[in-house]
């Protein structure tokens, strides 16, 4: 310090970040309706792998409680890990514009 001649930077050292607590998690839409399944892009094999694992653009999904509070979906997610697998029915609410968020990961 100084870093720079004639500047008026100064050092601010902060906490190192913690995921677990200020983290989050989000990813455009058209990364699967404009890339993942675009035909466009069908060269790279990624379209195929998917479909072969059971995903498709129109995902599947079960229509919950419709209240004030929006509407509740239900995704069910098969997970595969060191041989084992389970199902993990996850509940998600649908918001304005198609938005939908997680309620819970792991619901019913
Ligand atoms: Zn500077």
Redesign the pocket.
Known sequence: M???PN?H?KRLFIDAPVPSETGGATCDIRKFTEYLFSEKYSDNGKIRMFRMLGFDINGEYKLGLLNEYGQRISIEIDLTKNGRNIRLITGWMVRPKGLITCTTPLGG
């Open positions: 100084p870093q720079h500047c930077c």
